[in-house]
């Protein structure tokens, strides 16, 4: 065969590889009366297996979230009226619930509420009034040692105050303050990387003089310098 006749046999080839590509797939058959009742039959079949599983759910924990959960996900469910009623004889006795937990208005009253039922329509104010209680009744210990923290504004102080008061109401305040700080200095550390300069590495240096990425930069002078 000569030079010319495969430079034609693969022009071939190329050219039917190409068509083949280029060919709109067949478009499938519609489906059959029989094929489309099967797929709504099944699609019934699931929508009644989670009604019923759901149901399930409501009369074994009896709480507000599960009554919501299925009222939210099964509106006209051959349960629903059930389901309402239940919901509204929860509801009265969350109010009710609710309403003693203001009257005592202690720590222990409004932890109780919370531990009564799963869903409460003042979970979120009951956890807001525990942590006013807490803070209002911290030692003072614990309130001097985060003021010292925040004053210092480093991540070694509030370090210490975590490891000293793990338990504390301001325990929280100080992880958000302490992550926030670290995210500052990643940032910084991540401009002396993308500028790759003495520079860069003498400012981040300034700022952090014993910054979590110290020994890192202690690596590097070696290559910058």
Known sequence: MTRFSVQVSMMALTAALLSACATVPETPPPLTAEQQAEIQRQSELMRARREAEDFARVQTENSLAAHRAYLD???????????????AVLQARDQAAWDAARRTDS???????????????????????????????????????????QLRGTVAAYDLFLRTYPQSVFAEDASAAREALVAQEREAFNQYLRADSVRAMEE?????????YLSLIHISQGIVR
């Open 73 to 87: 996900a099964h509106p006209t469910g051959p349960n629903a009226a059930s389901v309402r009623q239940g919901f």
């Open 107 to 149: 720590r222990a009253a409004y932890e109780a509420y919370l531990e009564r039922d799963s869903g409460g329509a003042f979970e979120t104010q009951a956890r807001a009034r525990i942590r006013e209680i807490r803070i209002a009744t911290a030692p003072q210990v614990e309130r001097t040692a985060i003021q010292e923290a």
């Open 204 to 212: 981040y240096l300034a700022r952090y003089p014993n910054g979590l």
